[in-house]
């Protein structure tokens, strides 16, 4: 029950108000009365969309624990009608609490707090997530919506012509391009996603790495001027040891007026370079600024991590299989069928797992990882899991340069700059071709490597961008264990050659230079257990004409037993995809 106790007050007759200096509010929201000033008016005094009666708290901080189940309040208190308004100041906003498993999870400080029974509603809203080893997530403007039916909050980013401003997540140190970040109380995981009446072509997001450079979109702020506006605005902040300028020390700074800057200082705001406080008046420069001003001119490294969440429709033109035989085009379909009715049944961009750590990132198509050094994943699960300081775990294909993975287990370090490959079903090589009649288009080769373990170092980690690379050796494999090839194919003497008992066994190797090493010095050690027809054999591994893993060699004077018994085999022997033979 809430309800005011009247102390002494005069009334004038002649008013349609009521002003009452000091009363005794009454309300749970508190479990003592609190001291303040109503106001009341009569209906015919009420403006539109005003509430009465007005009570305002004469105590200009006041907490108030379990505001709602799981929710704090730190603020202004006043109620207006049955509304709950929360306000504070600019130098000292509002503060609402929301608790997980009793400890605080997201802080969300403005100047003014619209609450009733149903819902709150915060406007230009700062919003912090907070992880258990001290990071978080944050965004700037971002409207606030609680629904207490379903227990469940909404943040929006900010937008401009469909561009939305970031969430800054420096956990996984991310900058996280989506419309919003939903969260239900009391679970575990609150997810980015679309809004309502999202058009397909625009059902897609963007998480970029903190380090990750755009050089499209470094230009598309270059000025008329000589000097890029970024590389001014760095400097200055060097040169001054602060981030944060008036709106008119920023357009002087740039040599233009209020009214000229402004639009400019919207678009940077709304591509995450900076913050703007419309009432403050203050822009407060951000990270990213910086280090693309620094990025541009080879100051500091960066690199090419880009996650496209895509869930578009994905157009299933049959006449763009035309060319495809039945068996293979049915196969397509049906996976772009498959694709398409996942993407319908969910709307979560990524879901940050808060037990875990981690963070699944949905519906990607590819992952560069570095785009000089030709290192890509194609995840074949739909998604991919982002551990801290983006190490990601998937399963898919992994190539580099000419090399061809499918893991079914693999972890990108990105510290490290490298993937470790924990389980892989065959890794191909994608070379060019031997001869001028083979074309000009590179061969993807007919024997694979099965069981290969071991670490593909992508570059070197000081230079993720690729740009100043000097080791010509990158990207370069390390194996952990043995690898083989197999021959058992049914096209190779109908498969005749049993797995189990005819292979070529690869001990641990390195192989570099993955995307330039010359096709015909290439070479691997190991050697060919061929069962039963001639003792192992250890001959140097190499491309064949036919694009198989093979070798010719002859024996040596004395022969080599041939099928264990005391018959000697002298001439040549060759392997490939003709299986093998001898002359």
């Known amino acids: 029950e809430t309800f005011a106790k009247l102390r002494t007050y005069k009334c004038n007759l002649t008013s349609q108000s009521i002003i009452i200096d000091t009363v005794e509010l009454t309300t749970p929201y508190f479990d003592v009365p609190i001291l303040g000033r109503l106001k009341d008016k009569t209906i015919l005094e009420l403006s539109d969309g005003e509430s009465s009666p007005q009570f305002s708290s004469y105590e200009k901080r006041l907490k108030i624990k379990d505001l709602r189940e799981g929710v704090d309040y730190d603020g202004e208190f006043s109620l207006v009608g049955d509304e709950f308004i929360g306000s504070g100041s600019n130098e000292k906003p509002a503060k609402l609490i929301m608790k997980y498993n009793n ?53 929006t980013a900010p937008n401009k012509a469909n561009i939305y401003s970031p969430f800054i997540d420096s956990y996984f140190k ?35 790495s903190i380090n990750y450079f755009d050089a499209k979109l470094f230009d ?96 299933n033109d049959e006449s763009y ?46 992952l560069v990882l570095s785009k000089a050094q030709k290192t890509i994943i194609y995840p074949d699960s739909s998604f991919i899991i982002m551990e801290k300081n983006r190490d990601i775990r998937f399963s898919g294909w992994l190539n580099a340069g000419k090399l061809e993975i499918h893991t079914s287990e693999a972890k990108f370090n990105y510290e490290d700059f490298k993937v470790k490959i924990i389980r892989s079903n065959e890794a191909f090589l994608r070379v060019k071709p031997l001869r001028k009649e083979d074309g000009s288009e590179d061969i993807q080769m007919q024997s694979s490597l099965s069981n290969l373990q071991g670490e593909l170092y992508i570059d070197d980690p000081l230079v993720k961008s690729g740009k100043q690379s000097s080791n010509s050796k990158y990207p370069f494999l390390q ?21 189990e008992r005819f292979y070529y066994r690869l001990g641990l190797f390195e192989m570099d230079s993955l995307d330039n090493f010359h096709e015909k010095s290439f070479n691997l050690s190991g050697e060919l257990v061929s069962a039963g ?51």
Not at 179 to 204: C, D, F, H, R
Request: net charge negative; aromatic share 12%.
């Open 220 to 315: 598309k702020f270059k000025g008329v001027s000589g000097i890029h506006p970024f590389t001014i605005i760095s400097m200055k902040c060097r040169e001054i040891k602060s981030m944060t300028f008036t709106e008119a020390s920023f357009a002087t700074m740039l040599k233009k007026t209020i009214e000229q800057v402004l639009p400019e200082i919207v678009d940077m705001a709304a591509d995450g370079f900076l913050r703007y406080d419309s009432n403050l008046k203050l822009i407060f420069i951000n990270p990213k600024l910086i280090n693309f001003s620094d990025a541009s001119s080879g100051k500091i490294d960066y690199d090419n991590i880009l996650i496209s969440p895509d869930f578009r429709i994905i157009k």
């Open 321 to 366: 299989f035309s060319d495809i035989n039945d068996e293979v085009k049915s196969t397509i379909l049906n996976e772009i069928a498959g694709t398409n009715f996942r993407k319908q049944k969910s709307s979560i961009y990524a879901s940050i797992h808060l037990d875990d750590n981690y963070l699944r990132i949905n519906e990607v198509n590819q």
């Open 479 to 499: 194996t952990s264990s043995d690898c083989f090839v197999y021959y058992d194919s049914k096209d190779i003497e109908k498969g005749a050659y049993d797995r």
């Open 533 to 583: 027809i001639f003792p192992n054999l250890s001959e140097k591994l190499g491309i064949m004409n036919d694009y198989s893993f093979g070798f010719i060699t002859n024996t040596p004077n004395e022969g080599y037993d041939f099928y264990g018994s005391k018959t000697k085999y002298t001439n040549k022997i060759a392997l490939s995809n003709n299986g093998l033979q001898g002359s």
């Open 103 to 155: 400890m605080p999870l997201f802080e969300i400080l403005s100047t003014n707090f619209q609450m009733d029974q149903k819902e709150i509603i915060i406007r230009k809203a700062r919003i912090k997530m907070l992880y258990s080893n001290g990071d978080s997530l944050t965004i700037d403007d971002a409207f606030f919506y609680f629904d207490e039916l379903n227990r469940e909050i909404s943040i």
């Open 174 to 208: 991310l900058y996280v391009y989506a419309p919003k970040l939903i969260w239900k109380l009391n679970t575990a995981t609150p997810y980015y996603t679309y809004e309502v009446g999202t058009s397909q072509e625009q059902k897609v997001a963007s998480l970029q």
